[in-house]
């Protein structure tokens, strides 16, 4: 899988933008289903361990894209999402997201980019022989570069990108409300070492 210097760029900025996880697909060249050379975000809500794209939001892409000209192996089959950690490998979330939302697609990438650079790709192929397996990243440095375009980034990733509100008394993530001293480790001594 490559990427176009734009659309590397482009990604490493909504990446970094915010303090979430952001996603959206991949806008492949018409001769090379893996080469990425925009990405897109749709209308989501999102926190530090999930994206939920709008229904909606996503209806609306896949018309837009087709009234562009392009097919939907173009646009509708490399997911790209950031973690806002250091680890790139996919969460539970992520896994049953890719099975649910692309499962029934010929073939599909699930691609991960954590905030300290770090990536993770792997290609499914849902028809013929079906399998799996991870794929190698790489920019392609040989493709055009028009530049970057932040002003126009940001006006995207604030247009789509919506940060899930923290409600009084309910955990961020699953980790908030996990007493350490209780939940972790055990008053029995020997159970405790093992945990340790």
């Given at each position: 899988?490559?990427?176009s210097p734009t659309a590397w760029a482009k990604l490493l900025f909504l990446r970094d933008y915010g303090d979430t996880e952001v996603g959206g697909f991949?806008?492949?060249a018409s001769t090379d289903l893996l080469l990425v050379q925009d990405l897109q975000l749709?209308?989501?809500t999102c926190s530090l361990v999930h994206v939920a794209f709008d229904d909606e939001a996503v209806a609306n892409f896949f018309d837009d894209q087709v009234?562009?000209?392009l097919r939907p192996e173009q646009f509708g089959r490399i997911w790209i999402h950031t973690h806002p950690g250091a680890c790139p490998e996919p969460s539970p979330t992520?896994?049953?997201t890719f099975e649910r939302v692309f499962g029934r697609s010929d073939w599909a990438v699930m691609f991960i980019l954590a905030r300290q650079g770090r990536s993770y790709a792997r290609l499914r192929m849902n028809s013929g022989p079906t399998f799996e397996c991870e794929?190698?990243?790489r920019r392609d440095y040989s493709e055009l570069f028009p530049g970057c375009d932040p002003e126009c980034w940001e006006e995207e990733y604030l247009t789509n990108v919506h940060p899930e509100?923290?409600?009084p008394g309910r955990p961020l993530s699953a980790f908030d409300g996990f007493d350490w001293d209780a939940d972790w480790f055990s008053d029995d001594p020997d159970l405790e070492g093992d945990l340790l």
């Open positions: 899988m490559r990427f991949g806008i492949a749709v209308k989501q009234d562009a000209g992520d896994e049953a794929i190698p990243v509100q923290r409600q």
